[in-house]
């Protein structure tokens, strides 16, 4: 990638950083918000589902309306309103007003995630898609793991509520950065930028981007997304659904879990998660590179077996009831999720080209309402069988997966 397209991944990288911190930072602040709100710390996880649940929901349709109006023109709005929303969440005095306040931040955040993929495959060559998607990716669940800390760091100090507040001032700073990329809005679906030898420019293919968009139909939308969802690539989009059940259903409750079971703080519970983080950003720099050697195949098997090794290590903490094997827990949870990730979106984007913000937003459909699913199976898991079975039952699905996936996916 050149600067100019380095530039741009990172700065959509920290608007996806934020969208991912704005929820993440809440797993380790659960127990001081349970606290507060004088409910139970189990009961407390309805909040990462709030937000989850629209947040994967509305990822389709927010990826297909910036395929219609403009990519960087939804995220300018979309950003704002998570920035606003997060603020809004701090002064919630119940925990039905604190839901319904992450509620209405998951459906504004929805579509960042979608609408970066697809902007990013927009500007960047096919040969550079694995590793920009890769390191978009990283720097975006860079601020799940860091979050973690921050916001465990802050609870700690002055409250889960000043937390709100600095994660909405991040989302301002976002929304900032975005307001800069307002040009590419003229390129948008009409070639790479900057690309060595492809001769198009940032403002050169204004009239042939915009040609191009069509206009949002709800039902062409409904029965388009069926086609794709549905059709040759549905497999694609089953392993999204299960990756966010496990992934992301497990490291809802690590916070949790490090406070009951191995009595950490909300600091050290956060510094701890932030290995997630760190293992993310590291993932996604090295992706493509696995992709050369093994195949787009190959990494999300890489990526499974470092989800199976996560969930033998959280197993091995409960047992010892010892923080220390939770620690590389996190990172290898981090590093399996980041190489699984942006893969299944590298290999949505062939489905359909010109529609590529729903194809990769079906993706956060499948991965982000699995990982609402997962908070709520996950819970169901513990009552029944503590945090042991949930470790287990969710080692066991990722065999699974890695089973059908080896079968089902495409072969590139």
């Given at each position: 990638m050149t600067p100019t397209q380095k530039k741009i991944v990172v700065t959509l990288g920290f608007c996806g950083l934020v969208s991912a911190a704005d929820n993440w930072f809440v797993s380790p602040a659960l127990p001081a918000i349970a606290?507060?709100?004088?409910?139970?710390?189990?009961?407390?996880?309805?909040?990462?589902?709030?937000?989850?649940?629209?947040?994967?929901?509305?990822?389709?349709?927010?990826?297909?309306?910036?395929?219609?109006?403009?990519?960087?023109?939804?995220?300018?709005?979309?950003?704002?309103?998570?920035?606003?929303?997060?603020?809004?969440?701090?002064?919630?005095?119940?925990?039905?007003?604190?839901?319904?306040?992450?509620?209405?931040?998951?459906?504004?955040?929805?579509?960042?995630?979608?609408?970066?993929?697809?902007?990013?495959?927009?500007?960047?060559?096919?040969?550079?898609?694995?590793?920009?998607?890769?390191?978009?990716?990283?720097?975006?669940f860079t601020g799940q793991g860091l979050s973690a800390g921050l916001g465990g760091l802050i609870c700690d100090l002055v409250g889960w509520r000043a937390a709100f507040i600095c994660f909405g001032v991040l989302g301002a700073a976002a929304w900032l950065g975005v307001r800069r990329l307002r040009y590419l809005d003229e390129t948008d679906g009409a070639g790479t930028v900057d690309a060595p030898g492809d001769g198009v420019s940032a403002a050169g293919a204004g009239a042939a981007g915009s040609a191009e968009r069509e206009p949002f139909r709800p039902t062409a939308f409904l029965r388009h997304a069926a086609q794709i969802f549905f059709g040759p690539g549905r497999a694609i989009y089953f392993v999204a659904f299960t990756t966010g059940i496990i992934f992301l259903g497990v490291y809802g409750f690590m916070g949790t879990f490090l406070a009951e079971r191995c009595g950490l703080s909300s600091t050290q519970a956060g510094l701890l998660m932030m290995f997630y983080g760190l293992a993310c950003l590291a993932g996604g720099s090295i992706s493509g590179r696995i992709g050369e050697a093994r195949g787009q195949r190959g990494v999300i098997a890489v990526g499974e077996a470092s989800g199976v090794i996560a969930t033998a290590l959280l197993a091995t903490s409960t047992i010892a009831g010892s923080w220390m094997p939770a620690l590389p827990a996190a990172a290898c949870l981090g590093l399996g999720y980041i190489l699984i990730q942006p893969t299944l979106v590298s290999f949505s984007m062939d489905i359909d080209p010109s529609h590529t913000g729903l194809c990769t937003g079906l993706i956060g459909l499948g991965v982000f309402a699995g990982g609402g699913i997962g908070s709520s199976l996950g819970s169901i898991a513990i009552a029944g069988g503590g945090y042991l079975a949930l470790w287990t039952i969710a080692g066991v699905a990722l065999v699974a997966q890695a089973i059908a996936g080896a079968g089902l996916l495409p072969r590139k």
């Open positions: 606290q507060t709100l004088a409910i139970a710390p189990a009961a407390a996880t309805i909040i990462l589902t709030a937000y989850l649940t629209p947040y994967g929901l509305l990822q389709p349709v927010c990826g297909a309306i910036g395929d219609a109006v403009g990519r960087v023109r939804l995220l300018c709005i979309i950003v704002a309103g998570l920035a606003a929303s997060t603020v809004l969440c701090a002064a919630a005095p119940t925990l039905e007003a604190l839901v319904m306040a992450r509620i209405v931040t998951g459906c504004f955040a929805a579509g960042i995630i979608s609408v970066n993929q697809s902007l990013v495959g927009s500007v960047v060559s096919e040969e550079d898609r694995q590793g920009a998607v890769g390191l978009l990716m990283g720097v975006t």
